[in-house]
């Protein structure tokens, strides 16, 4: 058994193939489930993050080197989706967002996605539009995301040297407003931007 204790909100126990989630404060497990990748960069737990939230707990996870899935414990809301096909819904509680995939993360605090595929970042700022994703080409390996006085940078490793990749925090501040139920600051964040088909699609 392997222990991982600075997951935000509960205890994580691996344990040959399976991953089981034991909330902070509570003896019960809050769920379980099979997956062979338990790195920090590939395992990703959200708990209650903001005061509206609460109760909402979520895991996104590796299944195998092609599926991310993300599953929300408590709902179990479902949505397949599988970067190379279109969008389509089933019964299990799974969302697939992406193939081939050496890192996934949210950006702290939010609902945005962070993902790398070869040497392609991707950038989920939409969860509930999937098929709109922010690509983008960079040399090395993802190694974390830091997202400190309105600046959000994806730090990537290139074997000789750290360098960082800026995020659109406007979007990220979008995301979160929704997330809230603060239409009002949604609206001037969108107010304030250049229109293009992706910020288009969020009105």
């Known amino acids: 058994e392997r222990f991982i204790f600075d997951a935000p909100g509960a205890f994580v126990i691996s344990n040959v193939g399976e991953v089981t989630l034991v909330e902070h404060g509570s003896n019960e497990i809050l769920t379980s489930i099979r997956t062979e990748f ?6 990703s737990i959200r708990m209650n993050e903001h005061a509206k939230m609460n109760g909402h707990k979520v895991i996104a996870y590796l299944v195998d080197k092609q599926t991310i899935c993300i ?6 809301a479902t949505t397949i989706i599988n970067h190379e096909t279109r969008v389509y819904a089933t019964s299990q509680s799974k969302v697939h967002l992406l193939s081939d995939c050496g890192y996934a993360q949210w950006v702290p605090g939010s609902d945005v996605v962070v993902a790398q595929r070869n040497n392609i970042m991707c950038v989920w700022y939409n969860l509930s539009v999937p ?14 995301i830091e997202r400190t006085s309105g600046r959000t940078e994806v730090i990537v490793d290139t074997e000789s040297s750290l360098s960082s990749y800026l995020l659109v925090e406007e979007l990220i501040e979008f995301s979160l407003a929704i997330d809230d139920d603060d239409h009002l600051k949604a609206l001037s964040i969108l107010r304030q931007m250049e229109l293009t088909p992706q910020t288009e699609a969020m009105w």
């Open 38 to 43: 338990t790195s920090s960069s590939l395992l």
């Open 71 to 76: 599953k929300d414990i408590n709902s179990q």
């Open 131 to 144: 098929d709109e994703v922010v690509t983008r080409e960079i040399c090395g390996e993802i190694e974390g």
